[in-house]
């Protein structure tokens, strides 16, 4: 075994550090030992010199599993450029051809190649073993090891026969490494690679200068997308969605918007995802929109933000692909946007799987529902996760840190829940425990017989809200534990048993509220305006116009209209018709004053806009739309515009109201003249004349059950396109 003096030398001279990071160098002299290591360590932790340096001080060659034939050739230039000789590298993967192949097994049979990469398929193919038989194997490398576990974030079965090849090539040390592993994944590599008795090199996952936010994911996002990355201009970053046809359509949006972008994932030929790959490195693209499949072994350390598009199917996923950003330790940006239907989306995606697999699936799409709801500090959450214990309040760095919520009291709501685990046998998971605590009788508790338990019901006259961020809160504390093994039940700890005896002050977070939007017209811009005083300012104007004009003010803009406003600072015509809700008719009669309001609040407060404002799509659904305006011109029945649209009239009226609320003028006097009542007419019309919003519900509440939602909204668009635009 190498002295510490070589070591440090051999570090110098193959990587050019001068000293190791964390764990790396007691990880190095395992390996150099001839001992079996676990290396759980952090994206940009280092992890892959614990076997790249000893590789190039041993006898023999390595050979590192590694799961993407695409991202090989990365690891393999990383090498060869910084050694001296040809060949040290090399890759055995389904994309070499035979000239190319024999080429390796030359470099490897005379003692020139240190380290192989293959791939899981590769290594397992007869003609391969046969052989490996014949090299001097120093040691394997099992590189993304989670990949092995079905609990973890990116299962692959060829992973479960990789000691089946060891075995038959013949006995040397392993080093099984990831950046992501609960404890039931580190259990499961360990026990499938033969490595139990392995001593564990565990990193902590606190990566301090990453910043974690979850935004709500609405009709904006694109628009949110664009408006960031125009913020950080040339910085590099990655923006992941789960399918391949929106990381295409999600490409081609930031392109039209001058962004330099280009596409990643499976369904690219490698040609093309080697020369993307190349070109974000290079820095002739500044974003890569992929899939899961970009990332793995990339070393490219200034990515300065990821962003999630969809959110991920689980925890080790988000957190793997989040360590791609500031691995340099510079910013690190982690925006991921949220919403309960891509949750449905993914649980019916597992349809049809095997139930395990399925009940596997839907444990870890509830954790990230967890994470992305909480409102809890994102890094005690993630780490907690890990098993790792982060004893700070308040980490700085994460969207609930730095707009903390108020703390409520939950001492009695921890109460009942604990009670309501021992009550049901801590054989039961949290939905079925907040079933129980409600007094919900559902059939599974019925067919129990819990329903006949004491404590069923107990918890019936709490905010039914309290209860999820109760038990995730009482995890975190270690009140209650999850055995991960058995289907997530939920189980009183020691701790949780001696509040149960001594209860004391247990103070909470109530979760997010994420509302997802079920139509075109919910309120897409309600996020809150980012710059309050000057939303206050706008409503006064806007008051004050109404006033003078003998208007409502939802007339002019409605409140979604101002907080955009009040988020993006339009001061020209041009760039107030970029705002929701603002057409050119709009922006004409009334935009003037607004501009300059919001010019001068700018000037007065040194505020810098956002350049730009105009976001380009690429597929505009607004040919529908103007078909429509055609039709209504031509004075063409709606229900028959309806039918030949392909809409329900419900449909038909919604996309009336957009175009109308945008501020174009519309004349549909001749429909309602042959389905509304003449004075039903004037009756509707008079009331929005008088009311100080158009909100429907309320219309229909006011007005009573004579009026139909028909009558109401067609007299809505009416009164709108004639007194607005």
């Avoid at 190791?20 to 150099?32: P, S, T």
């Avoid at 993006?568 to 015509?573: E, N, Q, R, W």
């Avoid at 429909?671 to 039903?680: L, P, Q």
Wanted: charged share 30%; with cysteine; aromatic share 8%.
């Amino acid at each position: 075994m190498a002295t510490e003096v070589n070591l440090i030398e051999k570090l110098k001279h193959y990587f050019g550090f001068d000293k190791f990071k964390g764990d790396q160098e007691a990880i190095v002299r395992n390996v150099l030992a001839g001992n079996d290591s676990f290396v759980l360590m952090p994206t940009g932790g280092g992890k892959s010199l614990c076997y790249q340096l000893p590789s190039l001080i041993m006898d023999g060659t390595a050979i590192v599993v590694s799961p993407l034939i695409a991202l090989m050739k990365n690891q393999v230039d990383v090498i060869n450029g910084m050694s001296e000789e040809e060949g040290v590298a090399h890759y055995l993967n389904s994309s070499l051809n035979k000239a190319a192949i024999d080429q390796v097994k030359e470099d490897i049979m005379t003692g020139r190649t240190k380290l192989l990469y293959v791939a899981p398929e590769s290594l397992n193919k007869e003609e391969n073993i046969e052989f490996f038989k014949k090299v001097k194997i120093s040691f394997y490398a099992i590189d993304e090891a989670h990949c092995i576990s079905e609990w973890g974030h990116d299962f692959r079965p060829e992973y479960r026969k990789i000691r089946h090849a060891v075995d038959e090539i013949g006995d040397a040390p392993i080093i099984a490494l990831t950046a992501t592993a609960t404890d039931k994944v580190r259990t499961d590599i360990k026990r499938s690679l033969g490595i139990d008795d392995a001593p564990e090199y565990k990193s902590s996952f606190n990566r301090p200068n990453l910043y974690y936010e979850v935004r709500p994911k609405t009709k904006e996002i694109d628009k949110q997308i664009i408006m960031f990355i125009r913020q950080n201009p040339g910085k590099s970053g990655i923006v992941y969605c789960l399918s391949r046809k929106k990381v295409e359509e999600l490409a081609a949006v930031l392109r039209a918007n001058d962004i330099k972008a280009a596409p990643y994932h499976a369904g690219l030929d490698s040609a093309t995802r080697s020369e993307t790959q190349d070109d974000f490195l290079m820095e002739k693209i500044d974003v890569i929109v992929a899939t899961i499949a970009f990332g793995m072994g990339i070393d490219k350390p200034d990515v300065r933000f990821v962003i999630h598009y969809d959110i991920p199917k689980s925890l080790e996923g988000y957190y793997q692909e989040t360590g791609r950003a500031g691995r340099d330790g510079g910013e690190g940006k982690c925006i991921a946007f949220y919403s309960s239907k891509d949750l449905k989306k993914l649980e019916k995606f597992m349809e049809g799987k095997p139930v395990a697999e399925q009940d596997i699936g839907r444990q870890l799409l509830q954790e990230t529902a967890a994470y992305a709801e909480s409102s809890v500090c994102r890094r005690k959450m993630l780490l907690h996760y890990f098993g790792e214990e982060y004893k700070e309040d308040n980490c700085h760095n994460c969207d609930n840190c730095l707009h903390p919520k108020t703390k409520v009291e939950a001492q009695t709501a921890v109460t009942i829940v604990l009670q309501a685990v021992l009550a049901v046998k801590e054989n039961f998971r949290q939905e079925y425990i907040i079933d129980f605590v409600k007094g919900r009788g559902t059939d599974d508790i019925v067919s129990h017989k819990h329903d006949q338990l004491e404590d069923f019901g107990s918890g019936a006259d709490e905010d039914e809200h309290i209860w999820n961020p109760v038990i995730r809160q009482a995890l975190i504390a270690g009140l209650l534990k999850k055995d991960v093994e058995n289907y997530g039940l939920l189980k009183v700890t020691a701790a949780g048993k001696r509040f149960l005896k001594a209860p004391h002050s247990f103070m909470i977070v109530m979760d997010n509220e994420f509302r997802d939007e079920d139509d075109e017209e919910s309120h897409e811009g309600a996020s809150s305006a980012l710059d309050p005083e000057l939303f206050a300012m706008l409503k006064d104007l806007r008051k004050k116009m109404a006033h003078k004009l003998n208007v409502p003010p939802y007339v002019i803009f409605q409140d979604p209209s101002l907080e955009q406003m009040a988020t993006m600072y339009p001061i020209t015509m041009q760039e107030l018709q970029q705002i929701q809700g603002v057409g050119a008719g709009k922006a004409k009669r009334y935009g003037k004053e607004f501009c300059e309001l919001i010019k001068q609040h700018c000037e007065e407060n040194d505020i810098d806009r956002p350049e730009e404002l105009r976001v380009r799509t690429v597929a505009k659904n607004s040919i529908q739309k103007v078909k429509i305006i055609q039709c209504i011109d031509r004075q063409i029945p709606l229900d028959d515009i309806a039918t030949a649209e392909g809409l329900d009239f419900d449909d038909l009226l919604t996309k009336v109201e957009e175009i109308v609320y945008s501020g174009t003028r519309l004349n549909i006097d001749y429909f309602i003249e042959e389905v509304v009542d003449e004075d039903h007419v004037d009756e509707i019309y008079d009331y929005f004349c008088d009311s100080v919003t158009d909100d429907l519900e309320t219309a229909l509440q006011e007005l009573g059950s004579e009026y139909s939602e028909d009558e109401v909204r067609l007299i809505r668009i009416k009164f709108l396109s004639e007194m607005a635009n």
